[in-house]
């Protein structure tokens, strides 16, 4: 059969009806351990109660009004995320590239309404994935998702995470801010460490620049803080969060200091769906749970038993595996085989994994997963690295 559908995706021949938990249920019965979680957005796993009484209850009442009048659950949505982070107030959006395109805007603004409108230009860092829209395929820098999309939309520079003579060069008098991920997801599970982000927020703070986190991916629980910025003590001017914020339901918001957001003001930005009452119904849901007793802590938990597990895996097939990366339960391996052979692998034996840059796959599975369910992911890697070894051999 054709498909209608744009082939933008290279999509695995499986398709999935239901899901519970950390798992998933494809169409001809066969049962998946989802150590994907639609690449860290089903947070608290497939058909969590609390988030299908939430959604339920919502739809019943009321889906969309738009932003022409006060939507009571965003307000307080927006709320509680202030009180749980370094922000003072929050734009809602539907999406990760749509809360970066607010973070890029509002550093722009914040310069402009200063009296410095010649300070637009962001740094990021080489490795970076911000979006697939054209300013954010320009801000993340990667050629392959730049080409045949030109011309580049200007304002963007890169340099290498960690080199600081670069970074210094590269500031100048157009310069407004600074812009990167905890965790480089898409880039290869690479951890920027502590050290770097806080000489990140003093360069700043001596230049007169903005800080920008795009936690989209890192954020909400991932790596066993709210935030993963959180571990380092930095604390950014205007971060961008998505994915888990919403469990499956689009939802993205940019969150910053009154400061940061002063040029944000009536008329400037908006959004035709964003902080609808059905997505603020069910982000109120999400952090019931995720910042109710004792969440966050079973996430790390479950991400130093994740980490033991695979450091012993990798001692027992390093013609596979080489490297571990990420934090908490954000993980990745770098790969001596093809990390795409590695997913098909993974996925014959029902674990589902994802591909990063740098030949790495991800391992992002549900925050509400278990003990016993990380064990198994564990030995269904196994089963996938000796059944590619068998390939080595046999092809040897």
Known sequence: MTSALLPTYARAPIAFERGEGAWLVAEDGDRYLDFGAGIAVNALGHAHPHLVEALTAQAQKLWHTSNLFQIPEGERLGRRLVEATFADVAFFANSGAEANEAAIKMARKYHAVGGCPERYRIITFEGAFHGRTLATIAAGGQQKYIEGFGPKVEGFDQVPVGDFAALEAMIGPETAALMIEPIQGEGGLRVIPGETLRRLRALCDAQGLLLIMDEVQTGVGRTGKF??????????????????????????????????????????????????????????????????????????????????????????????????RGQGLMRGLKLNVPNTEFTAAARARHLLVIPAGDNVIRLLPPLIVGAAEVEEAVVRLEAAATDLEAQMRGAA
Request: glycine letters at 16%; aromatic letters at 6%.
């Open 227 to 324: 935030f993963a910025h959180e571990w380092s003590g930095v604390t950014p001017d205007i971060m961008s969060a998505a994915k888990g914020i919403g469990g499956g339901f689009p939802l993205g918001v940019c969150l910053a200091t009154a400061e940061a957001a002063r040029g944000m003001t009536a008329g400037t930005h908006g959004t035709t769906f964003g902080g609808n009452p059905l997505a603020m119904a069910v982000g109120n849901a999400v952090l019931d749970v995720v910042l109710g007793d004792g969440f966050l802590a079973h996430v790390e938990r479950m991400g130093l038993l994740l980490t033991q597990k695979l450091a012993g895996l990798i001692d027992r097939h390093p013609h596979v595996f080489a490297e571990l």
